[in-house]
């Protein structure tokens, strides 16, 4: 028997307890770390409740231990029977980043609502315990002071999301950004832009909606040393909000320094056009075998024409010691993300309704139809709601978010996070790093 005296000091006391299902036994069912039990070194998963500040806890609902606790203030003094083997934790610790969003307030599995941890899509974790293999404890490492809290492990989380998948009716792909191929073309001395729809690139099962992903992805910091190749930039963003002003205002600060990839395209060359400079000219079986052998990054039709970017493209600026800046639709992601890119995406949103009206005022749009017409007020609003799913959808993937209202803040800000890219340590998937560039 061991007697255990904690201060309870207005914190939670850190632990949970369950009723041993043959025996009756009230047990320590696990202890979080961080919290009050984990740091006194005295208390353990297993260990089983014998007396709680002097009252017997024989035969009663752990529910009604807890309410003893509850009522409690101070020193609580425990009896307890030790466990016989107390657990070890040896495993390391983990970072992941959040695939899903998570609300412990919203599920009724979890073992102990208070002790959840709620996050976002995209939130790194620090996930300390791994030893059940259901129910994790983790940190953010936005709040590292902190006890951990309960998470559903991986295992838990992809049985759910398959229930959940089974369980959906079959929804077809859509798009979110009904945007166009642009082909900026120069000609008499004024710049106008050719649009066509774009497909979605490899829209296959795994990358369409709905698909069932790994929902947390393990991360590691990495720290981009000055003979590493630079970092691609990946601008996303609803049709309109001014991805490819920003992109362009980019490149113009410094062209030393940023550049878009040549495109491919399948149409014939012009007799002003250079093979390598506006694109690369190639046949459509070529264009093709390009896009089933996974090397385009995003390709689409327009009038009969395939236009797209290679990572060949992109790796062709990248080896020339530049940033490669591009845009992407939020589904080109997925294809993009490799070690050999490591993409930095940035998600350009729009502000609010009365803001974007005095902002874009002046502003013109492009559409299938039409070259320069005003923003109307319908189509803001379908740029705010756009932006809004792209968000809900694909969120987990940025690293970064900039409100374009100002587009001199805005571009300020582009620049910074450029800068920052490429030259501060950022988490990147565990799989794009090798040991010796983690840092
Ligand atoms: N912050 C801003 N303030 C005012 N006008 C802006 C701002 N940002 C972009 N614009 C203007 O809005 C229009 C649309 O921008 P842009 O072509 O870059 O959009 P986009 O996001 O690339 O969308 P799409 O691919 O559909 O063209 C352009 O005329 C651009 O100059």
Redesign the pocket.
């Known amino acids: 028997m061991r007697i255990v005296c904690l201060v309870k000091n207005q914190q939670p006391l850190g632990a949970t307890i369950k009723r041993h299902e043959m025996t009756g036994d009230i047990l320590v069912a696990r202890v979080i770390h961080g919290g009050l039990a984990e740091r006194s070194g005295l208390l353990y998963a297993g260990d089983k409740l014998v007396e709680v500040n002097g009252v017997s806890v024989e035969g009663l609902d752990p529910e009604q231990v807890i309410h003893i606790l509850a009522m409690s203030r101070g020193t609580i003094m425990f009896k307890v029977v030790p466990v016989s083997d107390p657990p070890v934790n040896s495993q390391k610790t983990v970072y992941v980043r959040a695939m899903i969003e998570y609300w412990p307030q919203e599920d009724p599995t979890i073992p102990c609502m208070d002790a959840g941890l709620p996050f976002q899509k995209g939130d790194i974790l620090q996930i300390v315990d791994q030893n059940d293999a259901l129910w994790w404890q983790a940190r953010k490492i936005s709040d590292l002071g902190t006890c951990a809290g309960l998470i559903p492990s991986n295992q838990l989380l992809k049985r759910k999301q398959r229930e959940f998948w089974w369980s959906q009716p079959y929804q077809p792909y859509k798009h979110l950004r009904s945007?166009?191929y642009?082909e900026e073309f120069v000609g008499y001395g004024q710049k106008f832009y050719i649009g066509s729809q774009l497909r979605a690139p490899g829209c296959g099962a795994s990358s369409c909606a709905g698909a069932v992903g790994a929902p947390y992805e393990e991360v590691v910091r990495y720290q981009r040393r000055p003979t590493d190749k630079h970092r691609l930039i990946v601008l996303v963003?609803p049709?309109?909000?001014?991805?490819?002003?920003l992109r362009r205002q980019l490149i113009e600060l410094n062209p030393d320094r940023f550049q878009s990839a040549v495109p491919h395209t399948t149409r014939s060359k012009k007799s002003y056009e250079m093979d390598g400079r506006e694109y690369h000219y190639v046949s459509k079986e070529t264009f093709e075998s390009l896009v089933y052998s996974h090397r385009m990054l995003e390709y689409g039709e327009y009038k009969g024409h395939l236009y797209g970017t290679s990572v060949d493209a992109v790796q062709a600026v990248l080896d020339d010691g530049k940033i490669c800046v591009m845009?992407l639709e939020p589904q080109g992601i997925q294809v993009a993300r490799t070690q050999e890119l490591k993409p930095y995406v940035i998600f350009i949103k729009p502000s609010n309704m009365s803001c974007m009206k005095r902002?874009?005022k002046n502003?013109?749009?492009?559409t299938d139809y039409f070259v320069d017409m005003k923003f109307k007020d319908e189509d803001l609003q379908e740029m705010e709601d756009l932006a809004q799913k792209m968000e809900t959808q694909f969120g987990q993937f940025f690293d970064h978010v900039i409100v374009?209202?100002?587009?001199q803040e805005?571009c300020a800000q582009l620049l910074s996070a450029v800068q920052k890219a490429q030259e501060e340590s950022q988490w990147v998937p565990a799989t794009w790093v090798s040991s010796d560039t983690k840092s």
């Open positions: 945007t166009i642009k963003g049709s309109g909000v001014g991805v490819n002003e845009d902002s874009r502003a013109k749009i492009i374009n209202d100002n587009l805005a």
